[in-house]
Nanobody, 126 residues
Framework: QVQLVQSGGGLVQAGASLRLSCVAS????????MGWFRQAPGKEREFVAT????????LYGHSVKDRFTISRDNAKNTVSLLMNSLKPEDTAVYYC???????????????????WGQGTQVTVSS
């Protein structure tokens, strides 16, 4: 089993930066790909970024590429999302997720993930 606990988020001005963190606990964390998704009111859950613990490969959604960075710290069993140059369109609840993975596989569909953090609100004002 995997448990995910998120921290970070908040209210910031456009152009600011925030770092979200997700601490994973449980069995064989290295077997799971980790992802970040977000969901705004009235919108479907959107892929943000993913990283596979086994190989370290990363993938980003087009709308956040070159602004957001996903990273891992295996010593702390954490995955982080550094969000730079935030825009009002980034306002959403952000979720950390875990998916049992094969090799270097990456997953962009939220329906493929098995475990979810509690979510954290990010609000960006203009």
């Amino acid at each position: 089993q995997v448990q995910l606990v998120q921290s970070g988020g908040g209210l910031v001005q456009a152009g600011a930066s925030l770092r979200l963190s997700c601490v994973a606990s449980g069995r064989t964390i290295s077997r799971y790909a980790m992802g970040w998704f977000r969901q705004a009111p009235g919108k479907e859950r959107e892929f943000v970024a993913t990283i596979n613990w086994m190989g370290g490969n990363t993938l980003y959604g087009h709308s956040v590429k070159d602004r957001f960075t996903i990273s891992r710290d295996n010593a702390k069993n954490t995955v982080s999302l550094l969000m730079n140059s935030l825009k009002p369109e980034d306002t959403a609840v952000y979720y950390c997720a875990a998916k049992m993975a094969l090799g270097t596989s990456l997953y962009t569909d939220y329906q493929q993930y098995d475990y979810w953090g509690q979510g954290t609100q990010v609000t960006v004002s203009s």
